[in-house]
């Protein structure tokens, strides 16, 4: 940014447009970064409280409200739920799309790239609507009628712009095609100051007392560097690309090879994706097969073939891949040949772009998301619940330490504010269901502002997240905390039910991953006074019961897709049984597609 002597200064009270009372708004000032979900959850969760006390006469309360102002550098409110084109900001392709494998282009020029906001994202939900659904304002009060379990996504952005602007128009409070250069805390004035640029080149200086990042995880492309390295190293004939180049990819694909490197949910999506358009065969490759598309068996034509643990290490003749086991570590594993391969998609994911954030701001380093995590002893007297492994596992041993970190705690957050300066917060997803997770911390995040909770000291806060972290312990969670008991799963016997997935235990098990899931999110909710609760006097209510079966329904529309069902030459999880669904609000249950998906087009109507 532009040093303060040239650059015009504002306070964020230049921005208030509220509905009249915010001329005498006394509550703090509030900084939103990014007008995607997390952001027009927040917005929404002001209006809701805003409502609320103008129903109750207390004008009183209405001026303590926090003054919301929201930066979004696109045109358009939606973020990566927008298409590119809806958005008017340039994305991946116009900055070194291809990774030209004959010059010196590399991952860390595209990272480097600030103009990118739209990524790839499936054009269909890929988990059930049902799980995403509102309580304020349900899909009956949206659609009018019953719908199908999956949606295009255009359909499910129409849903959350309009419940959020039920109360109010929300976007009075954004500035959009306004970029956030820089942010910086002022520990004098005790104050961030944020830096701005508008479509024009204004650049602008903001001061605010409170500051929310809701700019996504998607900043921009990571790639299996090695991987990266030797394709352009062995001179590979074919096209080589991330998946968030896949809009310009579009019928390109059609009779070609493709080898996708990933096997989550990108990967899934992408492989459907590319066989609607007509791609000749695909080949998913990954280091650890424990992403979502690995418990697929069943693909539309039985055109996708699962590498399992293998990843390619060398090239033959410009376009056969050579894949060698990645379990072995000595480099000696068996080989797969891939021949004919014309494109290369990773599907690796993407690295946050907390660029504009001064370091000390950070929730973790986007670059090395291992460094210096801390780690702490585990108690002594610990010792491990019964859980539905015990029979098999018994007691496996503990580390002497552990990492302050796990799939629901992030080291230097507490409940989404920084631990070492609470007026920095954070919106993104923690969980399976991202949208109502990010709704939750919206109202999480409002409650901190408004005083509604309590915010323990920092040695608290970390005591606290230790807790939790060994408290997920308890379950099968630990799986993902303590290399031990992973290793320990890893090696259980292929006859166990454990690798059963349609088995009754393996679904008490999958029970017990979601159930904890759900009451995390049950005990944010009920520290922000959510609309909705998943747990009432620390026991699971309806809502979370019926949470939990749309939490196994979800798994079991992958699956069931065996080569052995009916319709598995066409079939996918979006063709899943309808009638395993239900609104956990209105109990509106969902009807089927209109068609096979392979047949339907971006929109959910029939292809001609």
């Not at 552990?402 to 993104?428: A, G, H, Q, W």
Request: hydrophobic residues 30%; proline residues 5%.
């Amino acid at each position: 940014g532009s040093d303060a002597s040239d650059t015009p200064s504002v306070t964020s009270s230049s921005y208030l447009s509220t509905s009249g009372e915010s001329s005498n708004n006394v509550g703090p000032s509030v900084a939103v970064i990014g007008c995607g979900p997390g952001g027009m959850s927040f917005l929404h969760a002001v209006a809701c409280r805003r409502n609320k006390l103008k129903e109750n006469g207390d004008f009183e309360a209405i001026k303590h409200l926090p003054v919301v102002t929201c930066f979004e550098r696109s045109s358009v409110p939606g973020g990566v739920w927008r298409s590119v084109e809806e958005s008017n900001t340039p994305n991946f392709e116009s900055c070194n799309t291809d990774i030209k494998l004959n010059n010196s282009t590399s991952e860390k020029s595209n990272e480097n790239n600030k103009s990118i906001t739209n990524m790839y994202e499936g054009l269909w939900i890929n988990g059930s609507k049902e799980a995403l659904e509102y309580s304020d304002y349900t899909f009956d009060d949206h659609f009018g009628c019953a719908m199908p379990v999956f949606l295009p996504r255009a359909d499910v952005l129409e849903y959350m712009l309009a419940r959020v602007t039920q109360h109010e128009d929300i976007f009075q409070h954004v500035l959009f095609n306004t970029t956030v250069s820089s942010v910086i805390y002022d520990d004098e004035e005790k104050e961030f100051v944020i830096t701005t640029m508008d479509e024009k080149g204004d650049v602008k200086k903001h001061t605010f007392d409170k500051c929310i990042y809701s700019g996504g995880m998607n900043g921009s492309p990571k790639y299996a560097k090695d991987i990266l390295t030797m394709l352009q190293n062995q001179n590979f004939t074919g096209q080589v690309v991330h998946s968030a180049e896949m809009n310009s990819l579009g019928a390109s694909v059609k009779g070609k090879r493709i080898v996708m490197i990933g096997d989550n949910y990108s990967a899934e999506d992408l492989a459907l994706q590319c066989l609607k358009l007509g791609a000749e065969r695909i080949f998913i490759t990954s280091r650890k097969n424990t992403g979502i598309g690995s418990y697929v068996e069943s693909w539309p034509g039985d055109k996708v073939e699962f590498l399992w643990y293998q990843l390619p290490f060398a090239v033959e003749n410009g376009n056969t891949l050579l894949c060698r086991n990645s379990k072995g570590n000595d480099g000696t594993g068996d080989v797969t040949s891939v021949s004919d391969v014309d494109i290369v998609i990773f599907c690796t994911g993407y690295r946050p772009n907390f660029d504009m954030l001064s370091p000390d701001l950070y929730p973790w380093n986007p670059d090395d998301e291992k460094e210096s995590v801390p780690k702490f002893s585990i108690p002594s007297d610990w010792k491990m619940k019964e859980n539905t492994l015990t029979d098999i596992l018994g007691e496996v041993p503990l580390p002497s330490e552990i990492p302050e970190c796990s799939y629901f705690v992030t080291p230097k957050l507490y409940r989404r504010m920084l631990i070492d300066n609470t007026n920095m917060m954070y919106l993104f997803e923690s969980n399976d269901y991202p949208l109502l997770d990010i709704d939750i911390g919206a109202w999480l995040c409002l409650a901190h502002i408004c005083g509604d909770t309590e915010i323990p000291s920092p040695q608290e806060m970390r005591r606290r997240n230790q807790q939790q972290i060994l408290e997920e312990m308890q379950s099968v969670w630990r799986y993902n905390t303590d290399d031990n008991y992973k290793a320990a799963c890893d090696n259980i016997p292929n006859d166990h039910w454990y690798h059963n997935n349609l088995s009754e235990e393996y679904f008490e098990y999958l029970a017990e991953w979601g159930r904890y899931q759900i009451m995390v999110s049950g005990r944010y909710q009920n520290e922000c006074c959510y609309p909705f609760q998943f747990e009432a006097e620390q026991k699971p209510t309806d809502f979370a019961k019926k949470y939990l079966q749309l939490y196994i329904a979800d798994s079991l529309s992958r699956y069931n897709l065996k080569k052995s069902i009916d319709g598995s030459e066409w079939r996918t999880f979006r063709d899943c049984e309808p009638s395993d669904y239900a609104s956990i609000h209105t109990g509106t249950k969902a009807v089927p597609l209109k068609a096979k998906w392979m047949d339907l087009d971006d929109k959910g109507k029939i292809s001609k």
